[in-house]
């Protein structure tokens, strides 16, 4: 059983900066891409980014191009997002996920995926 544990979030002000950690259990983190979301009162949950098993791709929804920066530590089984330049429509629980296969970015699914318990981010205007 994959355990997945954020921390990180927070209240900031927008233009502000948090940085979000994942903790994952398990032997064969560095076999799978690793992946945050996020999920606004009312809405879908909604990819965030995504990174490669090795840390060398990564993969970003279009509103947090040159703002957000996924990086992981394989070492410590961790993911992070480095969130900058805040905004208020960034308020969300955030979620990072493990696919149920390991592979690169483009051959994962999170359908089945692990997921975290979440971490809340509110960006005050």
């Known amino acids: 059983q994959v355990q997945l544990v954020e921390s990180g979030g927070g209240l900031v002000q927008a233009g502000g900066s948090l940085r979000l950690s994942c903790v994952a259990s398990?032997?064969?983190?560095?076999?799978?891409?690793m992946g945050w979301f996020r999920q606004a009162p009312g809405k879908e949950r909604d990819f965030v980014a995504a990174?490669?098993?090795?840390?060398?791709?990564?993969r970003y929804a279009d509103s947090v191009k040159a703002r957000f920066t996924i990086s992981r530590d394989n070492a410590k089984n961790t993911v992070y997002l480095q969130m900058n330049s805040l905004k208020p429509e960034d308020t969300a629980v955030y979620y990072c996920?493990?696919?149920?296969?390991?592979?690169?970015?483009?051959?994962?699914?999170?359908?089945?995926?692990?997921w975290g318990q979440g971490t809340q981010v509110t960006v005050s205007s």
């Open positions: 996920a493990r696919p149920d296969k390991p592979g690169f970015i483009r051959d994962s699914s999170y359908d089945d995926a692990y």
């Open positions: 398990g032997r064969t983190f560095s076999d799978y891409t």
């Open positions: 990174i490669s098993p090795s840390g060398n791709s990564a």
